[in-house]
Every structure is written in C-alpha cells, then in structure tokens.
C-alpha cells in the first residue's frame, strides 16, 4: 500500500506512459494485421483502463491531509460524531495545510500544532497555549461564525432588541483576547516586528500595505474586479467612487483588547469620496441613531455584488455581513469560508471528520 501522495502520483504517470505505449503496439498490430498482438494489446488497454478506474476509486477514499495520504477505504471507517471544537480546527488545517496540523485529541483534550512545534489547545472556543489555560473563562473566543451567502435579516427598532445589542457592546469591551495564536500565525508581535512582513501593492487604483501572504490573492482580487469594471458601469462607477484603499494600521479593534486584522495586515478597506448620507459602519451610526442596527440596507452604503464576489472568491470575508456591519471592510479568513461550507455540507462534512 501506499502511503504518500508522491508515489500516487508516480503510478499515476507510469500507467499514462504504459498506455502509450501499448496504444503503440496496439496500431502497429492492427496495420500488420496481427491477431494475436491485436488480441494482446487490446486486454492490456482493458486492464489499463480498469487500474485506473480503481485507483481514482482509491483517490477519492483517502484521508485528506497531505502529509499522512493513505489508501483507506470509507467502508472500513466508522462514522462517529465531530469532538467540541473539531470543526473549527478542521477549518482551519484546510486553511492553512502547510502550517496547521489536523486536529488532535489527547487525554482528553483537542488540540493542534501550529508550525509543528507550537502547541494550541482548543479550549471552549479559546485557542490557547497551556500556560494560559486556566485564564480561559476570561478571555474571547477565537471567533468561528455563520457566514453566508446573503446579507442577515435586519432586526427591528425594539427595546428588546436594543437591549441585547448593548449588552454584546458590553461584553466586547470587557473581554480580553489571547492574540498568541494570531500573532504566530502571522509572525509579529509588535508593531515593529509585523511591519518586516508588510509589502506595497495596489489595490483598485490605491497603493497599500499588506502581509506578504495575501499579496498574490489580492492580486487577483485587483485584476479581475478592473477585467469586470471594463464592461460592468456599476463596478467602474464603484472604481472612480473610491477616494483611497487602507490596509496594515497597527491597532486594536475600537474599544477592545482584539488586535485588529488590520494589524495583521490582511484586512483592507475601500473608503468612497461620498456615502450620500449611507452609512458604512456600526460604530459610527451609533452616536447619532441608537437603532443603528435596524438601519435599512438600502440607507447603508454597499460594494457592488460582482466586487463582494471577487473577494470571497480569494477567501476574504466582508464586513457588510455582520451584525455589527462594516460595509467598507474586507478581511482574509479563509477559515471562516471553509468552515460554513463543512457546516453546510454535512456529507463532505462527515467525509473528513471521519477521516481524522
């Protein structure tokens, strides 16, 4: 059995080669009139064809990560339901598979490593090294949330509602965040330290800094929203709108201990010259209309659907989404992308949970 993807595909490559040359043969017997070498090649192409049915059948059964592939037939594996916390570490090995181990429970306790040498706990929605473990009912969560395809339903203008909302204000303001992860993941501590890793692109017609792992996904995100706007008024309309693109700010997230991702540099916004009186951000609409969230979406200001698209399609997420909505802001968390479509597809789901 094999037990590494490279001799996958090996195989893969011997049998194309092995069918060429059998077609070879084949032809040549055909032209010579050869029966028996015509019978010959013919069963040979048969058996060909037959092992690589069966070894795409295997392709499609294997366990997923790239480092551990092994032939391992579903049938023989049995269903079990995902651990507290499996999805979210699942989401996040697919996001960043060179970096992030699957998810590994012991003792006990589900965890990973990061790097392969530092280890994180999931600790009830925490990530956490063990030093930080038993301060973990004081701190925020490592936020993993429903992300989808449409805007959320507004919520009316009613006490209840506005009760509730100020209370998660206040719960954001008191909670503290460990930002050892993150900090990690995105090699910087310090607003010195992170800066080493900033690079200066344009993005849609503005010059920017941002982490040097989203350079060539932003990339693309530039290229095709310019392809589309040369035919699209509403997104060339949305291009000239622009008064200027922001990316890497060192700071928290406003009246909070959460780093930013915009600290990271892997978070950008597209501020328009005028919003006609739209708003674009929570934060802002509250000091004058205490029902801020109930603020229709035709009174908030949107980026063009074909311009959202284009960036959820390289993994950043947009503000616009959340109930606390930023309607300028996109950020890269290709976590949060993988883990709506794992909650979403409960087949692929149950798929690579077993797998683990």
């Known amino acids: 059995m094999f037990n590494n993807i490279d001799y996958l595909l090996i195989l893969t490559v011997l049998l194309s080669v092995l069918a060429i040359i059998v077609t070879i043969f084949l032809a040549r017997a055909v032209l010579l009139k050869n029966k028996f070498f015509t019978i ?54 697919l996001a960043y598979p060179n970096r992030v181990s699957e998810p590994i429970k012991t003792n006990n306790n589900l965890g990973f490593y990061l790097d392969n040498t530092n280890w994180f ?35 009316d203008a009613s006490d209840e509602n506005y009760k509730k ?14 930002n050892t992860f993150s900090d990690i993941l995105y090699s910087g501590d310090n607003e010195k330290t992170m800066y080493t890793n900033m690079q200066l692109i344009r993005v849609l017609g503005y010059r920017i800094q941002v982490h040097s792992m989203i350079v060539d996904r932003l990339k693309n995100v530039d290229y095709e929203i310019q392809a589309i ?11 000239k709108s622009l008064a200027m693109t922001s990316g890497y700010a060192w700071r ?18 597209v501020l328009p010259r005028k919003t006609y009186g739209k708003q674009v951000y929570w934060g802002w609409s509250r000091v004058n209309d205490k029902h801020w969230y109930a603020i229709p979406l035709k ?56 797998l683990i």
């Open 40 to 93: 010959l090649s013919s069963l040979s192409i048969i058996s060909i064809i037959l092992a690589s049915s069966l070894l795409f059948y295997f392709y499609d059964n294997i366990l997923y990560s790239a480092d551990k592939i092994k032939f391992v037939p579903f049938s023989k594996i049995e269903p079990r339901e995902a651990y507290n916390g499996e999805v979210e570490l699942l989401s996040l090995h």
């Open 252 to 269: 928290n997230v406003s009246k909070s201990s959460s780093r930013s991702y915009h600290s990271y540099g892997i978070a950008v916004d």
């Open 299 to 354: 009174k908030r200001w949107l980026p063009p659907q074909e311009v959202i698209d284009v960036f959820e399609n390289y993994d950043f997420i947009w503000g616009g989404k959340w109930q606390f909505f930023d309607t300028i802001h996109f950020e890269y968390r290709p976590e949060i992308i993988i883990y709506n479509r794992l909650m979403n597809d409960d087949k692929l789901l149950a798929k690579l949970i077993r």
């Open 229 to 239: 706007a040369k035919t699209n008024s509403n997104v060339s309309d949305f291009l």
């Open 165 to 178: 909302i100020q209370g998660q204000i206040t719960s954001k303001r008191s909670s503290v965040k460990d």
């Open 121 to 155: 706990y999931w600790a009830d929605g925490r990530i956490l090294k063990e030093d930080n473990l038993t301060n973990k009912d004081n701190l925020v969560s490592y936020s993993f949330y429903s992300y989808g395809d449409t805007i959320p339903e507004i919520l």
